[in-house]
């Protein structure tokens, strides 16, 4: 029986953790709280990533370790100040015990978001936090740790909340209210299911092993916010909801004087012009396609009307 760790218990980490569990693989998921999925084969220990010995003793005998770990704050200054650290402890303790790293990534380092982005595209942009994604992944090209970096537009799916496509806009079709978005509701934009995201770091494990790979998850061709929205009511057989763009420079304008509102509007642009992301030679190499529209929805729905207390759609009765 093969052993993975997985650092953090987000969607992300809880989700990697579940699916190496139900293929038979051990885990042992490392949180500071020891939460994690419930399952004979995962062993959860509470466990700081910057305490870098109980880190190395944790990483001890695993096949790979799945960084997903996250700040604290959705904020540069947390950012810059929490996560090189944690990433310098993870690669320096599992290339002690032959580890390969696998973490889950953006698409903010990447140069010139108005051109679709793919695997080759450029990854050199600067400044606030598309900055610090930047230099997370030049540290791990320079790390002598074998690395993989699987890169994910925004998240929707079983457990996700702080996105875009989660509790800013599922609650809200279930309950028939307006949604208000950030840019243009019509705006071509790529949402990648997180399952697919965690079928896809698992998969990186079993390639050819490289000091460096930046791979794509599997994601469904383009949609807008808007036609999202319209899936998950089709699903939960409701209406459709009712949608208003907020323009990117009111979201910056408010950012003056909201720090939240700061941090949002500088990634704003993600929605004010189309944000695509291709990723088919990455499907290739690792023999996965994105799971279908209508399924991932039924199953994101299902997850949420366990969480809000809400009666199951005809659909999926």
């Known amino acids: 029986m093969t052993l993975y760790v997985v650092t953090g218990a987000g969607p992300v980490g809880w989700t990697v953790a579940g699916q190496l569990a139900e293929r038979g693989d051990s885990v042992r998921i490392l949180t500071r709280s020891g939460s994690g999925p419930d399952h004979p084969l995962i062993e959860k220990r509470r466990v700081d990533a910057s305490d870098a010995a109980a880190l190395t003793a944790a990483v001890a005998g695993s096949e790979a370790v799945f960084h997903c770990i996250h700040g604290s704050a959705y904020t540069a200054a947390a950012w810059q100040r929490e996560l090189p650290a944690a990433e310098a402890a993870v690669l320096d303790a599992a290339g002690r015990h032959g580890a390969v790293v696998v973490f889950p990534e953006s ?4 140069s010139r978001p108005e051109q679709v982005m793919a695997e080759d595209s450029e990854r050199a942009a600067d400044g606030g936090k598309r900055g610090v994604r930047t230099a997370l992944l030049a540290a791990r090209a320079a790390s002598a740790t074998d690395t993989v970096s699987v890169v994910a537009a925004d998240f929707f799916g079983p457990r996700v909340r702080l996105s875009h496509a989660g509790e800013r806009m ?4 279930l309950r028939g209210r307006r949604i208000q978005v950030i840019g243009g509701p019509d705006v071509p934009h ?14 990186a494990v079993a390639l050819a092993r490289k000091r460096d790979r930046v791979l794509h998850a599997p994601t469904l061709p383009a949609l807008t916010q808007r036609r999202l929205a319209e899936a998950f009511a089709e699903e939960a057989g409701v209406a459709a909801p009712r949608l208003t763009g907020t323009p990117g420079r009111l979201v910056r304008a408010l950012g003056v004087v909201l720090p939240s509102m700061r941090e949002i509007g500088e990634m704003s642009y993600q929605f004010e012009r189309p944000f695509v992301m291709d990723s088919a030679a990455s499907e290739e190499v690792l023999a996965l396609a994105p799971t279908p529209l209508a399924d991932a929805v039924a199953e994101t729905l299902r997850w949420w009307r366990g969480e809000l207390g809400a009666p199951a759609s005809p659909a999926s009765a």
Do not use: G, K, R
């Not at 698409?107 to 990447?110: C, I, K, T, V």
């Not at 599922?170 to 079709?173: F, N, R, S």
């Not at 790529?190 to 998969?203: E, G, R």
């Open 107 to 110: 698409l903010y380092s990447y």
């Open 170 to 173: 599922v609650p809200a079709v």
């Open 190 to 203: 790529s949402f990648t299911y997180v399952p697919d995201l965690a079928a896809a770091m698992i998969a």
